[in-house]
């Protein structure tokens, strides 16, 4: 059965960087894609970033474009998701979700394997 664990959350001042890494378990890693959601309060679950299955591929939401980057690592299980220049609206509780897909899909529901997601809080 597929894992998927996230780290890395935290409070940062806008501004400043922090990194999130998921770790995937329990399956064939290389097989999936990865992707990051992120739920603010009181909001629903928005697509952040991924990536496909052979790092070819990868995809952002407008609102992270240049400042967040999606990596991939096949040997250690990994995707991480290095986030710059944080700004307050950036908020949420981040999760990354993997799914056998060619190409990185932007729908929540298209994935059936979550983590269980990590706050992070950028104060202003």
């Known amino acids: 059965q597929v894992q998927l664990v996230e780290s890395g959350g935290g409070l940062v001042q806008a501004g400043g960087p922090l990194r999130l890494s998921c770790v995937v378990s329990g399956g064939t890693f290389g097989s999936y894609t990865v992707a990051w959601f992120r739920q603010a309060p009181g909001k629903d679950r928005t697509f952040v970033a991924g990536v496909n299955w052979d790092n070819r591929r990868k995809l952002y939401a407008d609102s992270v474009k240049g400042r967040f980057a999606v990596s991939r690592n096949n040997s250690k299980n990994t995707v991480d998701l290095q986030m710059n220049t944080l700004k307050p609206e950036d908020t949420a509780v981040y999760y990354c979700?993997?799914?056998?897909?060619?190409?990185?899909?932007?729908?929540?529901?298209?994935?059936?394997?979550w983590g269980q997601g990590t706050q992070v809080t950028v104060s202003s």
């Open positions: 979700a993997a799914e056998r897909f060619s190409v990185v899909n932007m729908r929540e529901h298209s994935y059936t394997r």
